[in-house]
């Protein structure tokens, strides 16, 4: 019965009767992994937690229960005790790879202030070379407990530190590739391949995980509908499973499409039948198995793209393919791969339909006379550092309203920002949870201000706001990942927003908020220069340019 319930997604009916099945006898470790889905899809986290603990204390060696306390340790904040149940994990379970990974390389999701990221960044830092040396794969089990392991976890969060990640990525990428080689000897190899003829089409395949409306891999679908097909034939390998519209376009655009959810081989055996000229990863870093097989050499070049804009650090990755508009001069010292500066922001990102406004700030408990400041990017994207900034704009915009649509994690560090300054944080910082899309596009077209984050900068939900209208605070970054709004907003031709340093991003704040006129005056200009931004195929030329010239050189006749 207990089960029945679980299957049918009726949790809580489902928690009463495990309960009462834990109270006849202590059952298995299924048991207590239902009854933690159960609490977790209620949003109970407490009950949660306890119920995994119950359950590693009766069954210390089932993986799966450690697994999910030690992330869901770390995606509530309770770094400590993620890092504590991953050293007993790694006790519990000494040739279960995956618990090396997370005793050496586990990271926060946020940080409490700038002290704690430098002691996470050493961590990392010595983590990694213990791994490293720790890391045995003479024997099958070796071997194959290494490869579920990097099949289970990336580092997708050491980025977000705000550092250069290029030793750190290539120590890892690295290790990758050792694993994969020993797992996979056949698809290391390098591929030679014929001859292209002058009447020969380019073969070119794109693979990832995200072939469905994705943050990491929108952009992508305007590569594909502006390609020439004259001149390429376009593969694309879907290895997630969530297939929607987004994922119908894909198909729609693409020569061959293949649909190959959660099956390493399967998907590498394609790729490799399929011959390829060159193979394309819109992102690496974010999806486990795609991290897998760009360790692997499945087509004679190999680039990725900036779905997740840090380099990979992988010998197999050959080209970056990035945006002139985003790069610094010294860009090149940021990646392993050799960068490619495509044409303006580097992607056609097709225009977003913006429904007209149905809703009111009153359907969202939003006061009618507050200035709207919408702070959208998810909590990992705010350093503490910056936590300031939000306390001197309220302390200049009395009005001031900073709505946060991801962001409770962040509220004991943004309370302690607005108290240095004698402020309550309450009375300025929304929370809300919107789950919907047009709720989402509502709340952009019912704000009155979009405040980017720094260091590592808005990409979809900058260019959403900018079809919305939204006036865009930005201050560019060090890297890449911090220089998409910028870029965004110079091919817009709309540049007043964009700031140099902390102070002036404060200043445009305050000045924006405290006058609606200069804001409608931003916001048509945004309305007028749409063009220049969306459905760009300059980028798209150039893209294809690159692999003409990269074809030539590899696989001329």
Known sequence: MSNKLFREGRW?????????????????????????????????????FNVLQQGIKLYPTQGKLHFS????????????EAISIAE????????????????????????????????HR???????????????????????????????????????????????????????????????????????????QPNNKIRIGYV???LHSYSGTLWLTGWLRHSNHESFEIYCYYTGNEPDPITQQFQEYSDVFHY?????????????????????????????????????????????????????????????LSSELMEPENAQEHYSEKLIRLPNIGISYPKPYIPPVIKTRSDFELLDDAVIYLCCQAPFKYLPQYDFIFAEIAHRVPQAKFVFLRGTLLQPRLKRA????????????????????????????????????????????TLEAIA????????????????????????????????????????????????????????????QNHDRLFDDKACVAGLEAFYKEVCNKHFSA
Not at 69 to 80: A, M, P, S, V, Y
Not at 93 to 117: A, S
Not at 171 to 192: E, R
Not at 290 to 319: E, K, S
């Open 468 to 527: 919305c209208n939204l006036p865009i605070v930005t201050c560019p970054g060090e890297f890449m990942r911090g220089r998409h709004s910028d870029s965004f907003l110079k091919m817009l031709g709309v540049t007043d927003t964009i700031a140099e340093n902390e102070a002036e991003y404060i200043e445009i704040a305050v000045k924006l908020g405290l006058d609606q006129a200069l804001r409608s005056t931003i916001a048509e200009r945004m309305s």
């Open 260 to 320: 190959i959810p959660h099956n390493l081989s399967a998907a590498c055996e394609q790729i490799i039948a399929d011959k390829l000229h060159i193979l394309v990863f819109p992102e690496i870093g974010m999806n486990p198995q795609t991290m897998q097989m760009a360790g692997l050499r499945l087509a004679p070049v190999q680039c990725t793209a900036w779905g997740h804009p840090v380099t990979t650090g992988l010998p197999t990755i050959d080209y970056f």
């Open 88 to 119: 007993n994990a790694a006790k519990c379970l000494p040739d279960d790879y995956t618990f090396q990974i997370l005793k050496y390389l586990i990271v926060p999701l946020i940080y409490e202030n700038q002290e704690e990221i430098k002691f």
């Open 418 to 461: 607005f108290a240095a300054i004698g402020l309550n944080s309450e009375d300025y910082c929304l929370f809300l949870s919107i789950p919907e899309r047009l709720d989402y596009l509502m709340i952009n077209l019912l704000s009155d201000v979009y405040l980017d984050t720094f260091t590592w900068s808005g990409g979809n939900t």
């Open 208 to 210: 990832s995980h995200y």
């Open 122 to 196: 050493q961590r990392y830092t010595q983590g990694l070379r213990d791994l490293i040396e720790q890391t045995s794969i003479k024997t099958t089990e070796e071997q194959h407990s290494a490869l579920a392991g990097i099949g289970r976890l990336t580092n997708f969060y050491l980025s977000y530190q705000a550092q250069n990640d290029i030793d750190l990525q290539c120590q890892y990428g690295k290790l990758v590739h050792k694993i994969m080689t020993v797992n996979y000897p056949q698809w290391v190899v390098t591929l030679s391949m014929p001859k292209l």
């Open 69 to 80: 306390l030690i992330i869901e340790l770390q995606l509530n904040g309770r770094i400590q």
């Open 12 to 48: 809580q009916e489902a928690i009463a009767q495990y309960q009462k099945l834990l109270e006849i006898h202590s059952g298995d470790a299924d048991i207590y992994w239902n009854l933690s889905h159960c609490y977790r899809q209620l949003n109970l986290l407490n009950e949660y």
